[in-house]
């Protein structure tokens, strides 16, 4: 089979540090569309490419050579590129959160169909062996072997403090679709729903930025989410990006809780997590470090199973019905705090 051929939207951090995995596992990057070709140019010469494949985005969607776009522009754009992609007979893949409206996520993979294209969204932690490990604890109940028992609460945070620069702007911009739930908070949210199911209830209050000049709205920059999830599962995120609270998940159950500290980035051997068990767990109380599987996972399985998808051999990961889900989750906590995105 002949490589799959990509184009790529965008040029800014993540496209940098995405082209190097498509070109591991295969992908044959043929164009990189910026609003300067230099840029474009200039990010393929980084990674060893021709150059000339920098070029605008009309561009890219005119060429009939390409089999899929990867879209990695600020979140304002995600949707209506990924429209004009697949209107233009190309697969789409596009980073991650795909949209903060049920319906505008609707309205894109209704779009795929007509173009009878694939939509898929990046979530790279969801290839990583360790999610998949999370969710069997989560799920396991008071089954023989299970660390935790029954699921009880899940606590998830992640934030970090924006350092200065034009980059981080996009993450402070209302109309670019920024703040702390659309940059950060949207991983504890896929998280949690991946453990514990969509939420019956959320509720969520922040605190807001002053509006960017020339902005009509501040974004959330600090955020308390809580949840109620099937079967009476309780939940709680922070997310922040003018704090630095760090990365954090614990999952408590009827007889014990897990902590991990590298849910979104597992990479390397020497992956942990702490187990405390409680007075009724089965093997007796204590506290232990246990080993989390490592193996293959992040950006670059991701890429190989999109091309894989492409092929037909495999589902898309997350499923166009979990990237609306998700979508409707980000919405139902801007409702929550007041936040709209037009
Ligand atoms: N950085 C990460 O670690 C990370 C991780 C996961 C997901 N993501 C997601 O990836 C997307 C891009 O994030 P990023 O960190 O790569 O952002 P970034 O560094 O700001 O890059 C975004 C790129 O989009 C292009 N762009 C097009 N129109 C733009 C506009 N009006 N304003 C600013 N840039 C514009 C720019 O490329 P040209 O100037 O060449 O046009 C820019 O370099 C976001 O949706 C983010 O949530 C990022």
Redesign the pocket.
Known sequence: MSAPRWGII??????T?HLPCMLEVGCDVRAIA???PQ??GDLAKSADQDPEIGCTVDDLLRRDDLDAVYI????H??VEQSIACLRAGKHVLC???FTPSRAAAERAFEEATKADRLLGE?WTYLYHPQTAWLREIATAGESPGSLIGTLRLIRCDRSHTLVGGP?EN?RLSHR?QGGALM?LGVYPLSLMRLLAGEPAEVSATGRFAEPLPGEAAGVDISLSMAFRFPGGVLGHSFTSIEVTEGVTTTLTGSWGRLTTTRPYNPGGDDLTAHLTRFENHPDGPGETKIKAPTGEGGAPSMFRHFNAAMAGDVELRPTPEQTIAEAAAIERINEAIGQRFD
Not at 10 to 15: C, V
């Open positions: 965008g040029t800014g951090r993540i496209a540090g910026s609003r300067d840029r474009g990695a522009t600020p979140n754009l995600h980073e991650k959160p990046v980059t996009t670019m940059d």
